[in-house]
Structure formats: C-alpha cells, structure tokens
C-alpha cells in the first residue's frame, strides 16, 4: 500500500514547540459556559434552569433530533441561567451558565462495564449518552454514524491519530501517555462490527506514538497500527482511507459506503470512557502553542472553561509581544479560524488548540496575478484544478462551479498554502461552495455530507 | 477591518514561503550559466544585447501598467525574465535595436494587451523573436563568427558534415548567443527542478516526442548522433527547458503538461524533418507560439477526474439477488454478535441494519405498499397511483413526527433493501407500521426489523411506548410483535400491540 495519496504537501509542522510538553490539568474558574451547539444539528434542549445545582457528570442539555448531542456539566455547582453567549467561531449561541463551587462533586457511575458482557445496543446507548461528537472537527454525533454504518458491511475500523495540522499535539501526547484508552476504544469499535480488521494511522514524524500503540497492541490480532507519510493532509477522512486500504469514496459519500468507519484519537478515548466506566465527555485536551506563546504546553481542561484561563496557563504572550502583533487562532493554522474577539469564549467538545502566530512569521502578503504556475493542481489532495474553480467562483457562475467538481472540496487549503501568488484559492472556493449547498437542488446528492449550520 | 487587518484574517494562517518573485528570481539564476555563455563568447556585446533587452522589456511593463491603470506588476520580475530570455535567443549579429523593439513590442502586443501577467496566451520572448524573423530574415540567419570561431550550423551537421559533439556541447555552435551550451543550459535546468520551480513533465515529455518522431520518420533510425544534434542544435535544449515551461503559456493539469510536451516535441521534430529550407534553425521559433495556441484547450480537454469520483453512483439494487444467490438471507443474532466472529456455522450471514429513506427509495416503497398481500393486510385496501405516491411520500419525508427507514444491508457494494419501516410519533409512543418486500418473507426478518425499530424509536426523545396495530388475519407481523414481547389487545377486527420501550443499561 503507498502509504499515502497523491498531491499534498509538506508542512512545517512547529511541533517540537509543545511536543515535550506533558499533559496538565488546569482547575477551572468561577463560571462555566455551555454553548447548546458543539455539534452540526440543531440546539440541544436544556434540561436545568436556573437555581438548580448540578453535579460533575450530570446531564444539562438534551439531544433534540439524530443530528444533536446530550451536553453534561463539567464541574458541581448552581445554574446562573441560560444566557447568550459568543463561541470561538463568532457565533452568538444560548448557553447554560453554571457557577463553580469548586468542589467537583460527581454523580454516581454504576460499576465499570466489562467488555466481554456488553451488547452492541448498550455501547451505541453509552455513547449517545455521553454525548460523543466526532471530535476531530466534524461535529457528527458519532452514534449516528454508527447506527449508519450497522447497516453496511464494515471491513475496516480506523482510529485516525495522524494529527496533520501543524503545531497540534494534543493527539501526540495522548497516544503517548495513554495509549491503552486509545486502543481499547477501537477494540470497542470492532466489537461492534465483528467482521472488521482495526487500523491505527499514525504519521511518520510520530514513531513514538507508533512504538507505544505497537506495544499495547502486541496481542491483538485484529489491530494492525500503520505509519503513513507526514503530509498534509494526511489526516483528510478520504485521504486516510485512500492510504490505508486503497479505497476511495467522493464527497457525496460517507465512509460507511466503503466498509470503513473512521473515528478520531480524542473519540476513540471518549468512547472507551463512556462505555466502560459510563464517564460522559466533559474534558478535551489543548495544545496551546505558536511562536507566540510564552510556554507551549498541553492541557486536560474542563468543557465550558475561558480560552481565556487556558491562554493563561501557558504563560501568555512571549514577554515583549504586544497582543496587536499576533494573531490568535482556535484550531490549527491550516483549517482553523481567527478568533476575532476577546479570549472570553468557553472550551467546547470541538476545541483542539489555542495558536497565536506573530504577524511577522505569517507571510501575509496581497494577492498578486495568477501566472498559471500550476502548483495549486500539482497538490490539490482531491485532483481538483483550484485555479479554475477561483475563476468560476470570482464570476459567480455555479454552474460552471459544480461541473469542474468543486462541491469534491474539502477545504483543506492547501492550494492557498502553495499558492506563490498568496491567493486565496481555497477562501472563496470554501464560499461559493456554501452557498451552493445552502440551496439543495443545486447541492443535490452533496447535501447528504452534513454541512455545519 | 481595515486593509491591514484583512491580510491576517486569511485561512490558511501559514503559507508557503515561495513568491511568484522568487520563482522569477529563481529563473534568472538559474539563467545566470547561458547568460554567461554568451558573455564567454560574444563579451560586452552579449551584455550589452542583454541590457537593453531586458530594460525594454521593464520599461514597456512598466508604461503598460501605468497606461492600463493596472496594479504595477514589473517588481515581480516577470518582465525581466522574459527581457533576459529574449536576447539569449537571438543571433549574435543582430543589430542593437533589435533586441529593445523585440523586448517592447512582446511586452505590450503579447502580454499587456492579453491583461497583463497569466493572461498572456504566447511566450512573449519567442513570439518577439518570431516576428524578428518573419520581418528580418536574413538578420536573423547571420550567426557571425565571433569568439566562437567558426560556428557550426545544424543545416551543415545534417547534410553529413561531422563535428565534434563535445565542442557542440560546450557552446561551439550557431544559434542565439545563450542557447548553444548544451552544458549551461543543464545546469540551469537543473536549479530549476531542484528549487521545485517547474517540473520535469513537459521538458520529459517534449524531448521524448521529439525524440521518437525523429527516430520514426528521421530517416536515420535510431542514430546517436543525428539524434544528439538535434536535440543540442537549434536552439532546441533551451526551448525545452526555459520556454516550454513557461508557467502562463503552458498547461496546469498533469496530461495536459504531457500531452502538450509531446506535441511541441513533434511540431518541432516534424518542422525540422520537413524539409522547408531554414527550418532545421528554426523549427523551435515556428513550433513554441503555435503549440502554445493548444495550451488553454489541453488543460479543457484533461481537466482531471476528482478523488474518488468514478464511485460517484450508489447503486442502489433493489430487484432482489437471484433467488439461487449464494447470499442465504439470514440475519446476525445481536446477541451473538458480541462473541467478536461474523461467521456462524459455516453459513455467511449478513448485516442488517435501518437507514432512513431518502426520495430515490420512492419507487421502491411505492412497490412495497402497492403489493397485493400488503394491500390486504392494511387498512385501505385500493390500490396507490404513483401520483397519490409520490404526494404522500413527499410529504412523509417532511413530516417532523414521521421517521421512515429502509431494512437493508450491503454486500459487496450493492445495498439490498428487504423493507420498510414507518415511525409515527405521537406524544411519548411511536406507531410502527412496517413491511418486508415479498421475496424475503418467511425469513423472521420482520422479528429482526422490529427489534432495530426500538433503537431507531430511541432516537426520538421523550418515547417511551411502542405501538402496532396488526390486521386479524396477518399471521406473520402478529407472529413478530409476539415474539418480542408486546401486549396483544383486540380493538375491533385488528389486533392492538403495546410495548414501553426497554430501557438499556
């Protein structure tokens, strides 16, 4: 197998910044915030008011259709209310306040559940239960995509730990303190589906990651871990798959079609939790990091803490660094967004990082002439003419759009990255593309891939 | 947001550190071995043809910008290269106006007219040289003697003259004063393929359709040396690599870059081969603005098949395998499933599992209600028209307190779908009504489908009660309801199940 697919590049990965960093846990401050959106459907629906005390583990937030998650506190204390509040993507979203006593009490979990006894229905239940999200970014609710894929005949389970984004190592420490929970996540997955071999995709600038999953995978003989080229981006649903089975599936196609189901590090740990010790998912870990950041480090934090207190735990701005500067980003530098605001914006189930970049080391220039240099083809993962689409894009010509492929995006933005003329390919592509799909008669069999609201 | 704040707020936050001026920088370096060839052998007069090229050629972008109240592009270096490549391709002898009127008229006829850089349709330093030549023929042939001593023509080596390759190799040869150096122009060539500037493809690929052309229809077969004057005489190495590669003029997508090498490989071997007098000099001047010509319609014509995209139809099968099929039709115990082996008994079982409807199902359940024992076992017993149909299923489809769901399962690729299940939601209970498709009764896939239904039921918060209501006389769904525990009550002539949903731990 190649190990990879064709296009793509090689990115300067700024990850030895919080490599070495071991995993800490921050104690959160006195108010909590729980946006009701931290997956693609609609608003969960609360199931506290204000007065009421909650504790650790405890259900806030009810699941409204297929395409929504339960929520849960992450501390013990009194619900303030529910207030409208700004989340990292700039959206104002009604949220569930809840004041820290900072005892972290928890409610009762029921005796941890053996695997060997436990029926398929239990595991999707637990894991709706725990409302786990695909966590890598997507926002589906992974019991979702299970109960789709039980229908079809899944071949292989695929635990996704390439982390291709630059300067993100939340993954790598994990898999490097605890791989076992990792591990014992995609065993459960493949309890599910009986017929279905395991795969752990790491990428080549991890081999510690590789020996310590090779290590605790020593005796099973359906989980094979697999070191893939460190390129991004290697860690694209559709570009992993490519390289591990030699499959491939387009866009209008979820990866249950092809016999595969995907799940990323952080939900195959949050799986693990909610079926054998029934833990909901109330922590993520992010990586703070950037040529800014006085101490790049990597946190166990509590859903609902401040970016702001998580900002502060590593240290803040290098000294001499004035805040104008730099520019904060929430997620990786390659797919992640600004965050245009203040710091004062709740960690959610899709946070993965925190990186503050100086301007200076941004090579932010104006967009000059296209001279057809061709590179943006060369490394389009999914062989699109980026270039092409720019144009049918600027003259706002769908049509055109859609024939030349463009709804095959998937916005990973590597064509700017390579672009030598800094235009910004995949920016206005990512929009003519939404707003395509926000008319389902254009978007046609497209709209099945859930776009976020 | 101000300008300046504009330019930090754009995704990717990280971008590649190469600039189109680079890439223009990179090209002059990697220029710099054929610049110096012709200072080698022609001096002050090389330097001073290629002064003034290249300043013509600036000072044209720069009026052009200025006239066409275009953003001013001369700082990109583009014009300079183009300037720099024009005087390497002309003869020694020309006179010194030549090179400036060249250089101004491609810059504003060939690109600024065209838009400006990227838009230009021809290589600006070969169209140049071309219209030198059409206008000027006999300037244009005087490849003097110069240092070079007496210059050998590649007319002269083809009609049996011998020469030393080597010599030719080093420069010893007549044609532009910086194409001659086969070695030069390989070095550079090589800088710009290890910097990642251009690739390999369309040089590869234009010296292979040159190549076997030559040898096909050459009439001299395979022979190392008509093959290696060819490729070194001419101008033809320094076409191959600084001008067919041009960036603007040439293809983006892969087999375009291909096909288009090869097609300039031909042009050029096919011109030379042909027989017109003076074209064994200027096959490549002839060849490189109309293969260019081919340029836009071969990037149309090879615009590649996306990742993934020959799967871009499910096949959807919904006539059912052929009842010898291998496939038993039987279902995995979910039970059984936990012992971790999808093989029971030697017997291949499938997995069934719902999924909702979607509107390419229509025909499928229209089928599915329109069957007679269907029709008989449910409440309204005429028959559906497709209109009636396709009304109430688009409406069904909409209906937030309906969920519709396929019983299927998929092998090999194929999805297989055995039946339907409708969901009604109504306060805390869910009606169920459901039907399995003729061929696959008899199989218990009804107890099985009505087992998935409590997951699917769970889906919806707040249900708490199953209901179903079964004809007297269905047999079948009766036998199913029973077997799964649900409390059998008579209302009128159908019978009434009731189950609270099984709460799972």
Same mark, same amino acid.
Request: net charge negative; charged share 20%; hydrophobic share 40%.
């Given at each position: 197998?190649?190990?990879?697919?064709?296009?793509?590049?090689?990115?300067?990965?700024?990850?030895?910044?919080?490599?070495?960093?071991?995993?800490?846990?921050?104690?959160?401050?006195?108010?909590?915030?729980?946006?009701?959106?931290?997956?693609?459907?609609?608003?969960?629906?609360?199931?506290?008011?204000?007065?009421?005390?909650?504790?650790?583990?405890?259900?806030?937030?009810?699941?409204?259709?297929?395409?929504?998650?339960?929520?849960?506190?992450?501390?013990?204390?009194?619900?303030?209310?529910?207030?409208?509040?700004?989340?990292?993507?700039?959206?104002?979203?009604?949220?569930?306040?809840?004041?820290?006593?900072?005892?972290?009490?928890?409610?009762?979990?029921?005796e941890n559940r053996k695997l060997r006894y436990t029926s398929r229905s239990t595991m999707l239940h637990a894991i709706r239960e725990a409302g786990i999200v695909g966590l890598g970014g997507s926002g589906l609710p992974t019991y979702f995509k299970l109960l789709g894929g039980s229908s079809h005949r899944i071949d292989y389970c695929i635990g996704n730990l390439v982390e291709c984004e630059p300067y993100l190592t939340s993954d790598y420490r994990r898999i490097l303190e605890t791989p076992e929970k990792i591990v014992n996540g995609l065993r459960i997955m493949l309890t599910m589906f009986p017929r279905a071999r395991g795969i752990l995709a790491v990428s080549d600038n991890n081999p510690e990651g590789y020996q310590a999953l090779r290590e605790c995978t020593r005796q099973d003989e359906r989980i094979h871990v697999r070191k893939l080229h460190d390129k991004y981006p290697q860690g694209s649903e559709r570009q992993l798959i490519y390289a591990l089975t030699g499959r491939t599936l387009n866009a209008k196609m979820l990866p249950y079609e092809i016999g595969c189901i995907v799940n990323n590090t952080d939900t195959l740990a949050a799986i693990n939790q909610a079926v054998i010790t029934h833990e909901p998912l109330i922590t993520k870990i992010i990586t703070v990091s950037g040529d800014a950041v006085r101490s790049p480090s990597n946190f166990r934090v509590r859903i609902g803490t401040s970016y702001r207190e998580v900002f502060e735990a590593a240290g803040g701005l290098t000294p001499g660094l004035r805040p104008e500067e730099c520019v904060f980003l929430d997620g990786g530098p390659m797919m992640g967004n600004r965050i245009e605001s203040d710091l004062d914006i709740p960690v959610t189930k899709l946070s993965s990082g925190i990186i503050v970049l100086t301007r200076k080391s941004m090579q932010a220039a104006d967009p000059s002439a296209c001279m057809r240099c061709g590179r943006c083809v060369e490394v389009c993962p999914n062989n699109l003419v980026p270039m092409q689409l720019l144009r049918d894009s600027e003259k706002k010509n769908e049509s055109a759009f859609i024939r030349h492929n463009g709804l095959e995006c998937c916005d990973c933005g590597t064509c700017s990255y390579i672009c030598p003329a800094r235009i910004n390919l995949s920016a206005s592509i990512a929009e003519m593309k939404n707003q395509i799909m926000r008319d389902p008669e254009l978007a046609g069999d497209y709209a099945r891939r859930y776009v976020r609201s | 947001m101000n300008r300046e704040e504009k330019l930090y707020d754009r995704t990717p936050f990280v971008r590649e550190s190469l600039s189109t001026r680079d890439c223009m920088l990179l090209v002059m370096l990697s220029l710099l071995p054929s610049a110096g060839t012709a200072m080698y052998f022609y001096g002050s007069r090389a330097l001073l043809m290629i002064l003034i090229s290249m300043g013509a050629a600036v000072c044209t972008e720069a009026l052009c910008c200025l006239l066409f109240r275009r953003s001013l592009t001369v700082t990109d270096g583009s014009a300079a290269v183009s300037g720099l490549i024009l005087a390497l391709i002309l003869p020694p002898t020309v006179p010194l106006w030549f090179p400036a009127a060249a250089s101004a008229g491609?810059?504003?006829?060939?690109?600024?007219?065209f838009g400006g850089i990227g838009k230009n349709v021809l290589n600006p330093a070969m169209t140049g040289k071309l219209a030198l030549t059409l206008l000027f023929y006999d300037a244009m042939q005087n490849f003097g003697t110069g240092a070079a001593g007496e210059a050998v023509r590649i007319a002269d080596l083809l009609s049996g003259e011998r020469a030393d390759l080597t010599e030719i190799l080093l420069g010893r040869a007549a044609g532009g004063i910086g194409t001659t150096s086969g070695v030069n122009i390989l070095i550079g060539a090589m800088i710009l393929m290890l910097t990642g500037v251009v690739s390999i493809t369309i040089p590869a690929a234009c010296l292979a359709g040159l190549v076997s052309i030559l040898i096909l229809f050459g009439g001299h077969g395979i022979d190392p040396y008509y093959l290696a004057v060819q490729i070194l005489g001419g101008g033809t190495l320094f076409t191959v690599f600084f001008m067919a590669t041009d960036f603007t003029t040439s293809p983006v997508t892969r087999w375009g870059k291909i096909l288009y090498g090869v097609l300039l490989g031909a042009v050029i071997a096919l011109l030379r081969i042909s027989g017109i007098p003076g074209m064994e000099e200027n096959a490549c001047v002839f060849a490189l603005p109309a293969v260019n010509l081919t340029a836009r319609l071969l990037d149309r014509v090879t615009m590649p098949r996306p990742f993934g995209i020959r799967n871009a139809r499910r096949t959807i099968r919904y006539d059912q395998p052929d009842a010898d099929s291998e496939v038993a039709v039987g279902y995995q115990d979910t039970e059984r499933e936990m012992s971790g082996s999808g093989r029971e008994g030697g017997q291949e079982t499938i997995l069934l599992g719902l999924r909702p409807a979607v509107s390419e199902d229509s025909a499928f359940l229209l089928e599915l209600r329109n069957d007679p024992i269907t029709r008989s076992n449910s409440f309204q017993t005429s028959e559906i028209t497709q209109a009636e149909h %396709?009304?109430? *299923?688009?409406?069904?489809?909409?209906?937030?307190?309906?969920?519709?769901?396929?019983?299927?399962?998929?092998?090999? %690729?194929?999805? *297989?779908?055995?039946?339907?299940?409708?969901?009604?939601?109504?306060?805390?209970a869910a009606v169920i009504s459901y039907t399995i498709a003729p061929r696959y009764r008899g199989h218990g896939l009804g107890r099985e489908l009505l087992r998935l239904a409590e997951d699917a039921a769970r889906l919806r918060?707040?249900?708490t009660m199953l209901v179903g209501e079964v004809k007297k006389q269905n047999e079948a769904s009766k036998k199913s309801f029973r077997s799964l525990d649900y409390q059998e009550s008579v209302l009128g002539d159908h019978l009434l199940y009731r189950k609270t949903l099984p709460t799972v731990v």
């Open positions: 197998m190649a190990n990879t697919f064709s296009g793509g590049v090689k990115l300067n990965d700024g990850k030895d910044l919080s490599r070495n960093a071991p995993i800490t846990t921050i104690i959160p401050g006195p108010e909590m915030v729980y946006p009701l959106v931290q997956h693609i459907g609609n608003p969960s629906i609360p199931v506290v008011k204000a007065g009421d005390h909650v504790l650790v583990g405890q259900k806030i937030a009810e699941a409204d259709t297929d395409l929504s998650a339960h929520l849960h506190a992450s501390v013990s204390g009194k619900v303030l209310g529910i207030e409208n509040r700004r989340t990292a993507d700039g959206h104002v979203v009604p949220s569930i306040i809840i004041a820290n006593d900072r005892r972290y009490l928890e409610i009762f979990y029921p | 491609a810059m504003l006829v060939v690109k600024a007219l %396709e009304q109430w *299923y688009a409406r069904a489809l909409q209906d937030p307190d309906t969920a519709i769901y396929l019983l299927t399962s998929v092998i090999d %690729e194929e999805e *297989y779908r055995f039946g339907q299940l409708r969901l009604h939601f109504e306060g805390g918060p707040g249900t």
